[in-house]
């Protein structure tokens, strides 16, 4: 809420206006409760000039300073009026919605209670308390909370820190945005229930804080006897792909062609695989070469060379059917993990840099660079005409 509104409730041809006066006995009217003119018999809650109740046919109706030239008002006559008319509301009726209480921790929620109305035993205005001055202060029982209604600018810090250090419950109800044709009885629900209003302070949420701490221990602790065997299994799975010596007979293929810097490219998520990066990179190329060099339309996607994989029994499901949080742990864990799915696009990715590989759109689809495709047909005329 920025400082310069003061909301449409109070806007008069780009400046404010007046709808709440006060009575000869301090109280405050609305505009709609009074008679027009001199005979309304308020003043204006922010400077004390007398006020003319203006409800013509022509502009809208408001209180007019009586004197001025076109009976503007004060600048603090609006904020003085809405402020008085709120806390008197809430001192007569003692009800207040109060908003829901919770901290969110991720996807963890803690929740104090629900936002609903609760009534009150008594309500004093604008008493000293410790260094401060709240506009309300009602009372439940033994237990008090402050009440801070916000018409041109929000509880400031200094304010907001005086309240922490007395650990005292403390709400804040904006009254900045409110229609300047509001109803007296539209008025009260607005400061009473429908207004926005959220939660300056509360001592619950220290209870909230420890809660969702050790909700958080313990959902580690969890997540760590989880992790710990899928890093041992991931960690076996590159070793033995480092030791593995047996080739599938893609890789020969590529190989043969002189395109051997295609494969055995290590990426996150090698682990994976149940087979090296150079096999299960060769399986992939291998077909899409074939097409291309007879000059078909050929592409690499992501999608289908994932299913290639898998119906070559090549993907190891314990590690693509894990969580995100065991994926997040397992990536910390300095194994260098992905899903597979990442892994081919990452090596993917890597062969375009090397220009090996043409991306053909965002979504995932590459081609081979037209003169890795030619270099290939050179390499096998060669071989031909040398049998």
């Known amino acids: 809420m920025e400082a310069s509104l003061l909301s449409s409730f109070a806007c008069h041809d780009g400046q404010e206006s007046l709808v709440l006066g006060q009575r000869p006995d301090g109280s405050i009217a609305h505009l709609s409760e009074v ?42 006559g609006p904020e003085t009026a809405l402020h008085k008319f709120a806390k008197e509301v809430l001192e007569q009726k003692l009800q207040l919605f109060l908003p829901t209480l919770d901290l969110w921790d991720g996807s963890e929620r803690w929740v104090g209670f629900e936002g609903k109305s609760y009534e009150f035993d008594a309500a004093v205005l604008e008493n000293r308390l410790g260094e401060i001055i709240p506009d309300v202060v009602v009372r439940k029982g033994n237990r008090d909370l402050i009440v801070e209604f916000a018409v041109t600018h929000e509880c400031g810090p200094a304010k907001i820190a005086q309240i922490v250090d007395m650990d005292i419950s403390a709400i804040e109800v904006d009254l900045s945005r409110l229609p300047r044709d509001i109803s007296r009885e539209g008025l009260e629900d607005a400061i009473l229930h429908a207004a926005p209003r959220k939660w300056i302070h509360n001592p619950r949420t220290r209870e909230g804080q420890r809660e969702l701490e050790t909700r958080r221990r313990r959902l580690a602790d969890t997540l760590s006897r989880q992790v710990s065997p899928l890093v041992k299994a991931y960690r ?8 593995s010596r047996n080739a599938c007979l893609a890789v020969g293929r590529i190989e043969s062609d002189g395109t051997e810097r295609a494969i055995g490219h290590d990426v996150p998520g090698s682990g994976c695989f149940k087979v090296p990066p150079r096999d299960w990179q060769a399986t992939i190329v ?15 996607t992501v999608k289908e060379a994932l299913r290639k994989l898998k119906d070559r029994g090549w993907i190891n499901f314990r590690f693509s059917r894990i969580s995100e949080d065991q994926a997040a742990a397992l990536r910390e864990s300095l194994v260098q993990f992905e899903f597979p799915e990442f892994a081919i696009q990452a090596w993917a990715t890597a062969l375009s840099r090397q220009s090996i590989l043409v991306p053909v759109s965002s979504t995932g689809r590459w081609i081979f660079h037209p003169m890795i495709v030619k270099e290939i047909q050179s390499k096998r005329r060669a071989n031909q005409q040398s049998r």
């Open 35 to 76: 008679p027009r003119g001199t005979a309304c018999e308020c003043i204006c809650p922010g400077c004390g000039a007398p006020l003319v109740a203006r409800k013509g046919e022509v502009q809208h109706h408001h209180f007019g300073h009586q004197g001025t030239e076109d009976g503007r008002p004060c600048n603090t």
């Open 286 to 300: 291998s077909g899409v070469i074939e097409q291309a060099v007879v000059g078909r339309s050929a592409h690499i």
């Open 236 to 243: 076996a799975a590159l070793e033995s792909h480092r030791t």
